[in-house]
């Protein structure tokens, strides 16, 4: 099986403007969870969407917002982009379903917001 | 809250040498454990997982790491280590019906030859 897939690998952005990330789960997979990854505040979970639906979130503020796809497939969106918002987007799939899943992750998209 | 803690932010180690990561974790059920790595500029490549049953856990690439309930601990071994293994770790605790994953902050692990 195809592994998790995300676009674009890479990204540079300027303050004010926004942002939005693509995330392709392992096929057959219902669950796809968003992390956000600096290096002062580690992995951080963002948000779980299981069929169309935010299923579980984290800590962040509004304009972090994310959507599924009929397919599975995930976008996450970041408006009003702030210097701090510079960090690896990784995306994590599992099949959601049995409540003791193993989450999978994509390579990452690596935001830069100058 | 389920939380994590990974004590060692860097770690070196001789090639051939053995190794001893830990993780100590803070939850009040049950907890599901895992350990990722990380090579720099990449995702998370999981190495193994603990769900119940036996303790002592095998992983990929001849890790593997002992669930201990009552020290809350999941430290990740390997015999011998090998340069191929330098990468960042990081352990994780989740929670049966939930897909959030809680970090430790990670453990860089550095091979000298």
């Known amino acids: 099986k195809a592994g998790v897939t995300q676009t674009p690998r890479y990204l540079i952005k300027t303050r004010g403007q926004q942002v939005t990330l693509s995330c392709s789960p392992i096929?057959?997979?219902?669950?796809v969870s968003w992390y956000q990854q600096t290096p002062g505040q580690g992995l951080q979970f963002l948000f779980e969407y299981f069929s169309e639906t935010q299923r579980n979130k984290g800590n962040f503020p509004g304009r972090f917002s994310g959507r599924q796809f009929s397919n599975s497939r995930s976008e996450m969106n970041v408006s009003t982009l702030e210097l701090g918002d510079s960090a690896l987007y990784l995306c994590a799939s599992s099949s959601g379903t049995s409540g003791r899943d193993t989450q999978y992750f994509g390579p990452g998209t690596r935001l830069t917001v100058l | 809250a389920q939380s994590v803690t990974q004590p060692d932010i860097h770690i070196t180690v001789s090639e051939g040498a053995s190794l001893e990561l830990r993780c100590n974790y803070s939850?009040?059920?049950?907890?599901?454990l895992f350990w990722y790595v990380q090579s720099p500029g990449q995702g998370l490549q999981l190495l193994l997982k603990y769900f119940s049953g036996d303790t002592l856990v095998q992983g990929i690439k001849g890790f593997e790491a002992e669930f201990k309930r009552s020290q809350s601990s999941f430290n990740l071994r390997k015999p011998s280590v090998h340069w191929s293994d330098a990468a960042e770790y990081f352990c994780a605790v989740g929670a049966q019906g939930n897909e959030k994953l809680t970090f430790g902050t990670g453990t860089r692990l550095t091979i000298i030859p």
């Open positions: 096929s057959g997979h219902r669950s």
């Open positions: 939850y009040g059920a049950t907890p599901y």
